[in-house]
């Protein structure tokens, strides 16, 4: 795997017209390769792309992969922020959710992860669960914001297709989410964590001051990004290519020098709907000037006229930004899909 991902850096070196600020290892348990396996990835980074400042280099890591030894390994590589898989602290959530550490484990490994000088810390919060009471739910985020992690991301639990859990929700061995719930939840979360000095600057995503993820913030944003290594996603503004998921499949592609991925090109509307979607989840919303300026007037024109038929306290217009309220965000995808020129 690891000689596929340096090929396919080495076949790709002329995807992105830009120097590199950001570095993200993760969709995947990348914690799971040793400190020589990752200075191989860094070194084939480095040689096939140039820099203008590394400003993040992000890996995420499930809490029981990390420990002393790791930690003071990974040290000597280009890592600075560790994204910790934690998803709840409730033995009944992660058992639930198949996990393989336990609660201490979790509060362990960010404990050990700051002991090695890390000061760039985020974990994973999961919401909505079966059996989560508010009670529960409030719980865990004070114990998350007691660890002292700069960053929180916060999902509520959803059913993908042909999963084992929507199996068990078929076969009625597992109840299904409820909206409610997660809403409420939702409302939860952002008034304990804002209440506690983060700052809530993506609809799932809460920062410390100064703690925003560089990387993730890009992508909404709207810059372009380089994804290597099965399913990873490429965006270069005109199109998204997305690799094949199979590990197999997509070591074999790339040794034979067969394409990997599939491309869409993205029409004109494509480019508009994602700059709402993207735009609205965060807290800086959708910049009108480089709205038109990118789309031109007639297509603002057209935004602003279907705007008009949403609920007003759901959105605010600062300046040239269009942005949700807190109210809003609840209902952040239906309010951008209406939002879509068609």
Request: aromatic content about 10%.
């Amino acid at each position: 795997m690891v000689a596929a991902l340096t090929q396919e850096l080495r076949n790709r070196n002329a995807y992105l017209a830009q120097e590199l600020e950001t570095v993200y290892l993760g969709g995947g348990t990348p914690s799971l390769l040793a400190a020589g396996e990752l200075q191989k990835i860094f070194t084939e980074i480095r040689q096939s792309f140039t820099f203008k400042e590394l400003r993040e280099c992000t890996l995420e890591a499930n809490p029981d992969d990390i420990n002393p030894t790791f930690l003071e390994q990974l040290k000597s590589t280009p890592v600075d922020r560790l994204s910790i898989g934690i998803q709840s602290f409730r033995e009944a959530d992660l058992k639930f959710m198949n996990r393989a550490h336990n609660a201490g484990e979790a509060i362990n490994a960010v404990s050990l992860a700051q002991q090695a000088g890390y000061t760039n810390i985020t974990i994973d919060l999961i919401y909505g669960t079966p059996g989560l009471s508010n009670k529960d739910w409030k719980e865990n985020l004070e114990r998350a914001i007691d660890l002292g992690v700069q960053h929180i991301s916060s999902y509520a639990l959803t059913v993908e297709e042909k999963t084992a859990l929507a199996y068990q929700i078929e076969k009625g061995k597992t109840p299904e989410p409820k909206s409610e719930q997660a809403a409420e939840q939702f409302e939860i979360l952002v008034e304990t964590l804002c209440s506690n000095g983060f700052e809530h600057y993506e609809i799932s995503n809460f920062a410390q001051p100064g703690h925003y993820a560089i990387h993730n913030t890009n992508y909404w944003n709207g810059a372009h990004y380089l994804g290597i290594g099965p399913s990873a996603h490429s965006f270069n503004g005109q199109s998204r290519q997305w690799n094949v998921a199979n590990n197999a499949l997509y070591c074999k592609g790339i040794f034979a020098g067969d394409p990997v991925h599939e491309v869409e090109i993205l029409s004109r509307e494509d480019q508009i709907n994602e700059m709402v979607l993207t735009g609205l989840r965060t807290m800086w919303g959708v910049d009108l000037d480089k709205f038109r300026q990118k789309f031109g007037q007639a297509a603002l024109d057209g935004l602003i006229s279907r705007l008009g038929k949403e609920n007003p306290s759901h959105y605010s217009l600062s300046g040239q930004h269009l942005k949700l309220t807190e109210a809003g965000k609840l209902f952040a995808d239906g309010i951008a899909a209406r939002l879509f020129e068609e």
